[in-house]
């Protein structure tokens, strides 16, 4: 356009018209009618057109080739100057016939991403990719191992975590839960978990430690009287009453909560509870109804135990002295 409009100012330049003196005024005083008014009017012209195509020129930008690609192959180019050149690139890109791993859905792998480890079904978390000739390697982000291999043009698919690892309390087992065993109170925390173990750390300074899932509890260890393990929902009874209760949870101090506890209750103390139904107490009328019984089965209820050299008559006439002894006492 710059040189169509200096080539138009050029023709207009060299115009040449009749004087008239009615425009001697206009844009050229200095004319005062000696200048032709169409040779007027054509220099005025051609210095508009000239003062346009020069500003035209200094607002002319360059445009490359690179600018009018789209902005995905734009973004590609620059990777492969990063990359250091077209050879440098080539050497970076995945093998012929390999592709990036998906899930069975179809939705690509990721770092971070959890799936299941193909030949023990074991949840792993992808740590890195790496790829040789023969497969795409998927590397758990724990043990550093190639938990999964994908072979050049075989598209197979990566599985997700699809089975549940259960505590002995029936619960399901997480990364980064709270659990404690069955043999004491100390809290761990659990840092994998896989088909038939656990990963479990006690904390700081602490070495990762296996534990068989039937080893963990999500709740604090609380044994009753007879060393039992208090569960949510067991069937218990508080000393001496035998009446049955449900156990509904456990109160911050350990204390354990019934089913008609608040939150904020007092609760019982695990010493206090027993999973075994209590005996009624003894009563005058318990000890003569017993009086009758055959020695032998007197000392079998009583929980003696006898040898071929112990007398079972005198067994039991000792346990009877002492329980009628033990009523009197108490004033009965």
Same mark, same amino acid.
């Given at each position: 356009?710059?040189?169509?409009?200096?080539?138009?100012?050029?023709?207009?330049?060299?115009?040449?018209?009749?004087?008239?003196?009615?425009?001697?005024?206009?844009?050229?005083?200095?004319?005062?009618?000696?200048?032709?008014?169409?040779?007027?009017?054509? /220099?005025?012209?051609?210095?508009?057109?000239?003062?346009?195509?020069?500003?035209?020129?200094?607002?002319?930008?360059?445009?490359?080739?690179?600018?009018?690609?789209?902005?995905?192959?734009?973004?590609?180019?620059?990777?492969?100057?990063?990359?250091?050149?077209?050879?440098?690139? /080539?050497?970076?890109?995945?093998?012929?016939?390999?592709?990036?791993?998906?899930?069975?859905?179809?939705?690509?792998?990721?770092?971070?991403?959890?799936?299941?480890?193909?030949?023990?079904?074991?949840?792993?978390?992808?740590?890195?990719?790496?790829?040789?000739?023969?497969?795409?390697?998927?590397?758990?982000?724990?043990?550093?191992?190639?938990?999964?291999?994908?072979?050049?043009?075989?598209?197979?698919?990566?599985?997700?975590?699809?089975?549940?690892?259960?505590?002995?309390?029936?619960?399901?087992?997480?990364?980064?839960?709270?659990?404690?065993?069955?043999?004491?109170?100390?809290?761990?925390?659990?840092?994998?978990?896989?088909?038939?173990?656990?990963?479990?750390?006690?904390?700081?300074?602490?070495?990762?430690?296996?534990?068989?899932?039937?080893?963990?509890?999500?709740?604090?260890?609380?044994?009753?009287?007879?060393?039992?393990?208090? /569960?949510?929902?067991?069937?218990?009874?508080?000393?001496?009453?035998?009446?049955?209760?449900?156990?509904?949870?456990?109160?911050?101090?350990?204390?354990?909560?019934?089913?008609?506890?608040?939150?904020? =209750?007092?609760?019982?103390?695990?010493?206090?509870?027993?999973?075994?139904?209590?005996?009624?107490?003894? =009563?005058?009328?318990?000890?003569?109804?017993?009086?009758?019984?055959?020695?032998?089965?007197?000392?079998?209820?009583?929980?003696?135990?006898?040898?071929?050299?112990?007398?079972?008559?005198?067994?039991?006439?000792?346990?009877?002295?002492?329980?009628?002894?033990?009523?009197?006492?108490?004033?009965?």
């Amino acid at each position: 356009m710059r040189e169509q409009l200096l080539a138009l100012a050029g023709e207009l330049e060299e115009y040449e018209g009749d004087t008239c003196e009615g425009c001697a005024a206009y844009e050229q005083p200095e004319c005062r009618g000696y200048l032709p008014c169409t040779e007027i009017v054509a /220099k005025y012209c051609a210095r508009k057109v000239r003062e346009i195509a020069e500003n035209d020129a200094e607002d002319v930008t360059t445009v490359s080739a690179y600018d009018l690609l789209p902005d995905d192959d734009r973004e590609a180019l620059a990777w492969v100057r990063e990359m250091g050149g077209v050879d440098a690139a /080539k050497a970076r890109t995945m093998p012929e016939g390999c592709e990036w791993p998906r899930f069975e859905d179809g939705e690509q792998v990721r770092i971070g991403d959890e799936f299941a480890e193909r030949i023990y079904g074991n949840p792993c978390r992808v740590g890195h990719f790496a790829i040789n000739k023969h497969a795409l390697l998927i590397f758990d982000e724990e043990d550093l191992n190639d938990c999964e291999a994908i072979d050049h043009g075989s598209r197979m698919r990566v599985k997700r975590p699809e089975h549940t690892v259960l505590a002995a309390d029936g619960e399901p087992l997480e990364v980064g839960q709270t659990v404690y065993t069955l043999n004491d109170d100390r809290p761990y925390t659990v840092k994998k978990v896989e088909t038939n173990r656990v990963s479990v750390n006690a904390g700081e300074g602490a070495y990762d430690v296996w534990k068989a899932p039937t080893y963990l509890t999500h709740q604090r260890l609380v044994l009753d009287a007879d060393g039992v393990l208090i /569960k949510e929902g067991d069937t218990v009874y508080v000393a001496p009453f035998d009446d049955p209760l449900t156990v509904r949870g456990f109160a911050a101090d350990g204390r354990v909560l019934m089913d008609y506890h608040s939150d904020d =209750s007092f609760g019982y103390r695990p010493e206090d509870i027993t999973h075994t139904k209590p005996e009624p107490p003894d =009563s005058w009328e318990r000890i003569d109804e017993d009086a009758g019984k055959n020695p032998f089965d007197y000392c079998n209820d009583v929980g003696h135990r006898l040898d071929t050299c112990v007398n079972a008559e005198r067994v039991k006439s000792r346990d009877l002295v002492r329980r009628c002894r033990a009523l009197a006492e108490r004033g009965e």
